[in-house]
């Protein structure tokens, strides 16, 4: 059974920092894209961060400089460490896979259930 598990959200005031994580399970040995994707009430769904099966990474220019992408591919995990946390970077945040590596948003068609990220002002 395909899945993908996030942890690590929380609460935090503004200027502070979490790292969630994503582990992945069930998939068939490949080359995998992953993202890190964000929902916040009333809005439509962003894409945050993507890192390729190589370790190309690619981010949102609202987070570019404060959060950082990266995989462990021998734990089949990745991560998402964000800096300088803002309340405008409160949602709910995905993890998702990519099978082809292609590295875009279209290419996603695994999904975790999400892990929640609050900041307080």
């Known amino acids: 059974q395909v899945q993908l598990v996030e942890s690590g959200g929380g609460s935090v005031e503004a200027g502070g920092s979490l790292r969630l994580s994503c582990v992945r399970s069930g998939f068939r040995p490949g080359r995998y894209c992953m993202g890190w994707f964000r929902q916040a009430p009333g809005k439509m769904r962003e894409r945050v961060a993507r890192i390729s099966d190589g370790g190309r990474t690619e981010y949102a220019d609202s987070v570019k400089g404060r959060f950082t992408v990266s995989r462990d591919n021998t734990k089949n995990t990745f991560f998402l460490q964000m800096n300088i946390l803002k309340p405008e970077d409160s949602a709910m945040y995905y993890c998702?896979?990519?099978?082809?590596?292609?590295?875009?948003?279209?290419?996603?068609?695994?999904w975790g259930q999400g892990t929640q990220v609050t900041v307080s002002s």
């Open positions: 998702a896979a990519d099978p082809r590596n292609l590295c875009v948003d279209s290419a996603f068609t695994s």
